[in-house]
């Protein structure tokens, strides 16, 4: 897939640019059999590359060996379009100029090193044009190497506008396919996989996430405001920050968008070796790091995985932290929640369909005393059955407590001071949510 340029861009680029061409053309042409041409055309752009590297240091600073090939190739290719241009061609559309700044966007070498590569060049294709060819004998034989220069000035500023136009299109797409493969790999991840299937095999050993020591773990983030995260650009922002605020940690991390939550999958050796220790728990490192997010967002943390397989267990965990996350508790970690509060949340929605019949005027009465009573059953629970103590606790007579206790036992039949009665009323009250 090829990105186009802008539609708008060529004509006003061929306008300007033709007014300046047609100021210069009475300079003639190089005055020399073609195999001479093309033996000075080389010549001049070894030249510009050698110009190029002492004033721009990003090129040598590569470790990509294409690049300076590249350069000296394409300064040629601009000494041949302007030699054909001298001439008396048309402007043509400049192909070559759009295909190297797409192989540049490619190579990720950065924009301004070849803007200011053109601004090298433009320099010595004057000066080069104005000594090699022989002017022909017209009235405007003195106006040609003032006009050539601003040719050769137009020129490359105009080109230096496609080039970068062509660049920011490639990158653009790039980072669009990129994406489109980093939620390819998230949904695979999290989905589950068989390792038969080759094609995910082939996905997932690519990526290198088929490596022995491996853990894993996920975190699923929202914004305190749920509504939020259908706003593209504020979502985008929670997956950049995600990805920022775990970054100085050696783990690899897979972020994005999945179902309007924020889906991470961290993964990092378990050991180096079989002979090494463990590392501390891949979660345990990732939570202070999520914690650095902020308030305006909630976050759900799995516990550690062994492999690619039990990455949809990891994300099952992280989604029940996540319903447990809170002003309190932004960061929850799975491994973190008591046994009480996971059996409650999940079975609550089947206990609150067998209820039992006393549930009704406990949570009647309560109402109306404003939650005092069970308060009181918290309070007394939180004190290990200890009346006074619940009683310095809520800040109240001892003789108050009994007399709740005693409400509650009329309503209910249970005795609050006995341990099973307290543990059935307490699971009552929060699978009926009082």
Not at 69 to 88: I, T
Not at 247 to 270: E, H, I, M, Q
Request: charged fraction near 20%.
């Amino acid at each position: 897939m090829v990105a186009a340029p802008a539609p708008e861009l060529m004509p006003a680029l061929n306008t300007a640019l033709g007014a300046a061409l047609d100021a210069a053309r009475p300079i003639g042409t190089l005055a020399r059999t073609a195999p001479a041409v093309d033996k000075l055309l080389s010549a001049q752009a070894q030249r510009a590359r050698d110009q190029v590297l002492q004033a721009m240091p990003a090129f040598s600073a590569s470790g990509n060996p294409d690049v300076i090939p590249d350069l000296e190739r394409h300064a040629r290719d601009h000494l041949n379009e302007l030699h054909r241009l001298l001439r008396g061609n048309a402007l043509g559309d400049f192909a070559f100029v759009r295909n190297h700044a797409r192989r540049t966007a490619t190579q990720r070498f950065p924009l301004e090193a070849t803007l200011g590569a053109y601004r090298c060049m433009h320099p010595l294709w004057a000066a080069f044009f104005s000594s090699a060819v022989a002017a022909r004998r017209t009235v405007k034989a003195r106006s040609v190497p003032a006009a050539l220069t601003h040719f050769c000035s137009e020129y490359s500023s105009d080109l230096s506008i496609l080039f970068a136009s062509e660049y920011v299109a490639q990158t653009r797409l790039l980072a669009e396919l990129e994406g489109d493969h980093r939620n390819e790999l998230l949904s695979t991840l999290v989905s589950g996989h068989d390792e038969s299937d080759a094609r995910v095999a082939r996905l997932l050993k690519r990526a290198g996430y088929l490596e022995q020591r491996l853990s894993f773990c996920v975190a699923l983030v929202q914004s305190t405001d749920p509504l939020e995260m259908e706003n593209a650009a504020r979502a985008q922002r929670i997956v950049e920050a995600v990805a920022e605020a775990v970054s100085p940690l050696s783990v690899r991390a897979l972020v994005g968008l999945r179902n309007n939550l924020v889906t991470a999958v961290f993964s990092d050796l378990r050991r180096a070796s079989g002979w090494t220790a463990p590392q501390a728990s891949l979660a345990d490192r990732i939570r202070p790091r999520l914690l650095t997010l902020g308030p305006a967002v909630l976050i759900g943390l799995s516990g550690d995985q062994p492999s690619t397989g039990r990455i949809p267990q990891a994300l099952h965990e992280a989604t029940v932290a996540l319903d447990f996350a809170g002003p309190a508790d932004r960061v929850m970690s799975f491994s973190e929640l008591p046994i009480r509060r996971l059996l409650i949340h999940r079975g609550a929605d089947y206990v609150q369909a067998a209820l039992p019949v006393w549930f009704a005027r406990l949570r009647d009465a309560d109402a109306k005393s404003q939650g005092a009573l069970v308060k009181t059953l918290r309070a007394l629970a939180d004190a290990n059955i200890n009346v006074q103590a619940a009683a310095r606790q809520l800040g109240l007579h001892p003789n108050t407590v009994y007399g709740r206790l005693q409400r509650v036992a009329d309503l209910t039949g249970l005795d609050g001071q006995q341990f099973h009665d307290l543990n059935h009323l307490l699971l009552a009250v929060d699978c009926g949510h009082l």
